[in-house]
């Protein structure tokens, strides 16, 4: 099975600020890598695919990049509405793994 | 407006039956494959199953090979998970997601496995 390491596990910032979260592979997976974002009693919501296409409808201060086995999410300019849990996903073969996930926290 | 809207959860006890369901709407159902997710209270997110379009592929996670059984019925627009000897592990919140990139999820359903 593929191992997605996420890091940081939480991080704590201001409204404004950027954030960064990174998502290593076991192996490399290509461009197979998806985030989520997941607030508690909601359903998780696709941010981007394909480790760099935006998702319809999700804000453009979402961004994502990598391929083979490096990724990063970047939030820029982080919003109120922003602070959830971050999980990356392999969609490169069965079975689907997620990461760990990354709590993005007010400060 | 494309969604998907788990239900069947509960309560059983160690070693018993369960079946959820997802129903589909918003979008030609037949024409995706659809998975479930789970999440185990504290935990992360476990993929568990997957299902093609048509039906005529399926996929387990190996924590649930054996045990559980994907279906849907496209002409009702719904998807299926037959779950069979049920463990504590397996208490979590089931999702059920469309397509490949899970581009759309539902709300869940909570499913405890307890005596």
């Known amino acids: 099975d593929i191992q997605m390491t996420q890091s940081p596990s939480s991080l704590s910032t201001f409204v404004g600020d950027r954030v960064t979260i990174t998502c290593r592979a076991s192996?490399?997976?290509?461009?197979?890598l998806n985030w989520f974002q997941h607030k508690p009693g909601e359903a998780p919501k696709l941010l981007i695919y394909?480790?760099?296409s935006l998702q319809s409808g999700v804000s453009s201060r979402f961004s994502g990049s990598g391929s083979g086995a490096d990724f990063t999410l970047t939030i820029s300019y982080l919003q109120p509405e922003d602070f959830a849990t971050y999980f990356c996903?392999?969609?490169?073969?069965?079975?689907?793994?997620f990461g760990q996930g990354t709590k993005v926290e007010i400060k | 407006e494309v969604q998907l809207l788990e239900s069947g959860g509960g309560l059983v006890q160690p070693g018993g039956s369960l079946r959820l369901s997802c129903a589909a709407s918003?979008?030609?159902?037949?024409?995706?494959?659809v998975s479930w997710v789970r999440q185990a209270p504290g935990k992360g997110l476990e993929w568990v199953s997957s299902?093609?379009?048509?039906?005529?592929?399926?996929y387990y996670a190996d924590s649930v090979k054996g045990r559980f059984a994907i279906s849907r019925d496209n002409s009702k627009n719904t998807l299926y998970l037959q779950m069979s000897s049920l463990r504590a592990g397996d208490t979590a919140i089931y999702y059920c997601?469309?397509?490949?990139?899970?581009?759309?999820w539902g709300q869940g359903t909570m499913v405890t496995v307890s005596s």
């Open positions: 918003g979008f030609t159902f037949r024409n995706y494959a």
């Open positions: 299902i093609s379009g048509t039906g005529g592929s399926t």
């Open positions: 394909s480790a760099s």
């Open positions: 192996q490399s997976i290509s461009s197979h």
């Open positions: 996903q392999q969609s490169y073969t069965t079975p689907w793994t």
């Open positions: 997601a469309k397509d490949k990139v899970f581009d759309i």
